[in-house]
């Protein structure tokens, strides 16, 4: 049990003095004394009983029997109060009277703190020793109850319980203090049961068109309600340069071309050995027989009978035979020829495509262009530089520009060599095509 008032009732009456001596602080039953005025308590009394022992030694005037003595004494405590009450009084014999305690017994908790006050937004009770804290519901919303509004409703407000109150909506309610329409916007304004309508203002708006005129007829005007205003047709039409027109009696106008100004498409052809003059305005052509039947040849073009011909000739040599070129032949070999014969200086675009077919990997071959068996002026470097022994079928273009200085017959060739590093086995060539485009220098 912790002893949370303790009154102590010694009085030694100080010797020689009629006065009588007061304790410092008195305390009423239930009230809570600090230690500070307990301490003070004592302190008041060790200094008077140390001023009475200071004159009982001196053995002044002022002695005192030891039946005052012992009739002033307080004597040593003899008993406790049970559990859940406190000392009220000590009696001068050691005895004690005990009164209950009003908050109980209260356990220590750390920090010391021995007492609980409930702050703000807090209320408290204490029974048996137990101090239970509650929210105060007048200064806390409770968690709402579940409650809630209607489709087109919202909560207005929230009560001390959770309740919550329904409201129907309004422009005020919400944000919308006043709708406006601006003025000329085509917009009208109302209210109606605490909402705001907006409509249309036909006097500035049009509506939807919802009527025609008759044929020969024009809308000139466009009514608010969407009707329309007819009117004939208008003649102010005016007739442009190869038009011309004429207004009918329904009002109607003919546009039609003018033949003076305007030829008409072509209706008939002139006979063989002679050529168009002149076309007249009905479209029929007017012929004259051809007179000039000499003719020379120029730059390019060549006579034949009757036939003539230009230089730019191509020779060709199509799907040639396939040539094999085996392991141990490292030197530029022949694969495929093509001849053209020219009539003038100028230039041959040579063309040479394939394909390569290899059996042993890595396997690298050359493919080229040149104007002898033995040399290439062009190539191209195919080959499998890596993987298992598969067969492996690779494509090759070549293409190469010869400049000749004349006449005469040129002859290109394809031609092939293998790489004497990369060398896995025969490569089989087989030649799709050659072709040599001769371009001359004036056409």
């Known amino acids: 049990m912790r002893i949370f008032i303790i009154i102590v009732g010694l009085m030694f009456p100080v010797l020689g003095q009629s006065e009588e001596f007061n304790i410092p602080h008195t305390f009423e039953p239930g009230e809570k004394a600090s230690s500070s005025q307990v301490n003070e308590n004592f302190s008041s009394l060790v200094g008077v009983i140390n001023e009475n022992k200071q004159l009982i030694e001196s053995n002044t005037s002022s002695k005192i029997s030891s039946a005052e003595i012992i009739e002033g004494k307080q004597n040593k405590i003899q008993n406790s109060c049970v559990e859940g009450s406190s000392i009220r009084v ?8 005990c009164e209950i305690d009003d908050i109980g017994s209260v356990n220590t908790v750390p920090n010391g703190i021995t007492n609980v006050i409930a702050g703000q937004g807090l209320s408290g009770t204490s029974s048996a020793g137990e101090v239970t804290l509650s929210v105060d519901s007048s200064k806390f919303q409770q968690k709402l109850q579940g409650a809630t509004c209607s489709s087109g409703n919202y909560i207005e407000s929230i009560s001390d319980s959770g309740a919550v109150t329904c409201s129907s909506p309004t422009p005020t309610s919400i944000g919308l203090s006043t709708v406006t329409a601006t003025s000329n916007s085509g917009i009208t ?39 329309v205003t007819c009117s004939s047709a208008p003649t102010d039409v005016t007739a442009g340069a190869g038009i011309s027109q004429n207004v009918n009696a329904d009002k109607s106008i003919t546009l039609s071309v003018n033949q003076s100004y305007t030829q008409r498409r072509l209706n008939s052809a002139c006979s063989a050995g002679s050529s168009i003059r002149d076309i007249s305005e009905d479209g029929t052509p007017i012929c004259e027989t051809d007179t000039d039947t000499t003719y020379s040849a120029g730059n390019g073009i060549t006579f034949d009978g009757t036939t003539i011909n230009n230089s730019i000739g191509i020779a060709i040599e199509n799907d040639p ?24 200086a100028g230039h041959i675009l040579v063309s040479h495509t394939g394909v390569i077919v290899t059996k042993v990997t890595p396997n690298e071959i050359f493919m080229g262009i040149g104007n002898r068996p033995t040399v290439m002026d062009t190539f191209v470097e195919l080959g499998v530089l890596e993987g298992t022994t598969n067969r492996y079928k690779i494509g090759y273009s070549i293409n190469y520009l010869y400049s000749v200085g004349g006449a005469g017959t040129y002859t290109y060739y394809g031609l092939a060599q293998k790489d004497d590093v990369v060398n896995g086995g025969d490569i089989k060539v087989s030649p799709q095509s050659m072709t040599a485009l001769f371009i001359p220098n004036i056409y």
Do not use: H, K
């Open 90 to 97: 000590i009696n001068s014999d050691g005895s004690v009277e």
């Open 321 to 344: 035979a396939f040539s094999t070129i085996l392991q141990t032949n490292l030197g530029v070999t022949e694969v495929v020829r093509v001849s053209t014969t020219v009539p003038s």
């Open 189 to 227: 304004t109302s209210t109606v049961s605490g909402s705001v309508e907006l409509s249309v203002n036909n006097t500035l708006i049009q509506r939807r068109v919802t009527g025609s005129c008759t044929i020969g007829q024009v809308i000139t005007a466009i009514n608010e309600n969407g009707s």
